[in-house]
């Protein structure tokens, strides 16, 4: 049997709710702590090595990504929460950002 994630395809970066895709299909999205291993994930089922990047770095994905399979679903990389090298700041606007994302986001 095909592995239909193989498909994927990196489509887009965001680091605000204005610059997301428009919202018509199916999207999962991967949640969770800083360097849990959501990228390591996705790079697991779509069986490519380095489609979403990884790091030992707790942080290092700062922006929603965005991983087309088809025409109407994606899996969706979103930055960690918890501890980061990142600036108090910019912590803080990605929780606002993460919380509109999965307040808005249809599926």
Do not use: C
């Not at 994927?8 to 605000?16: G, L, R």
């Not at 291993?37 to 942080?59: V, W």
Request: aromatic share 10%.
């Amino acid at each position: 049997m095909s592995n239909p994630y193989r498909q994927a395809h990196y489509t887009i970066s965001a680091t605000q709710l204005s610059e997301l895709p428009e919202d018509n299909g199916i999207e999962v999205a991967f949640a969770g702590r800083s360097n849990a291993g959501k990228s390591s994930a996705i790079n697991t089922i779509t069986e490519q090595k380095s489609l979403a990047r990884i790091s030992k770095t707790p942080g290092r994905t700062q922006m929603i990504n965005f991983f087309d399979f088809d025409d109407e679903r994606s899996l969706v990389d979103l930055p960690g929460y918890g501890y980061a090298k990142v600036p108090e700041k910019m912590k803080i606007r990605w929780q606002q950002t993460l919380g509109k994302y999965l307040e808005t986001r249809k599926s």
